[in-house]
Nanobody
Framework: QVQLVESGGGSVQAGGSLRLSCAIS????????MGWYRQAPGNPRELVASSTSGDIIYYADSVKGRFTISRDNALNTVDLLMISLKPEDTAVYYC?????????????WGQGTQVTVSS
């Protein structure tokens, strides 16, 4: 059974930093897309940052220059370093990955971790 487990959320003041981590466990063959989405109350879930196995990196315009995504393909982990946090970054952050197992290839999601930024 494949699981994505996130850690590192919390509450910080504006200007502060947090690092989110996501670890993939289970019997997997390969991981292509890995990324972080977020969802604030009343808003749709949005892609914040992503990384493909081909090292193609994407950042939403709202986080460029402040967030950095990094992945460790050997450990099957993906981190999101967030600096200069703003109140509008407050949301539940979800790790996601496109994973190939012996049975299929599909997208998996973590349970979400709350990030709260106070002004």
């Amino acid at each position: 059974q494949v699981q994505l487990v996130e850690s590192g959320g919390g509450s910080v003041q504006a200007g502060g930093s947090l690092r989110l981590s996501c670890a993939i466990s289970g019997s997997i063959f390969s991981v292509n897309f890995m990324g972080w989405y977020r969802q604030a109350p009343g808003n749709p879930r949005e892609l914040v940052a992503s990384s493909t196995s081909g090292d193609i990196i994407y950042y939403a315009d709202s986080v460029k220059g402040r967030f950095t995504i990094s992945r460790d393909n050997a450990l099957n982990t993906v981190d999101l370093l967030m600096i200069s946090l703003k109140p509008e970054d407050t949301a539940v952050y979800y790790c996601t990955a496109n994973i190939r197992t012996r049975w299929d290839t599909r997208q998996y999601w973590g349970q979400g971790t709350q990030v709260t930024v106070s002004s």
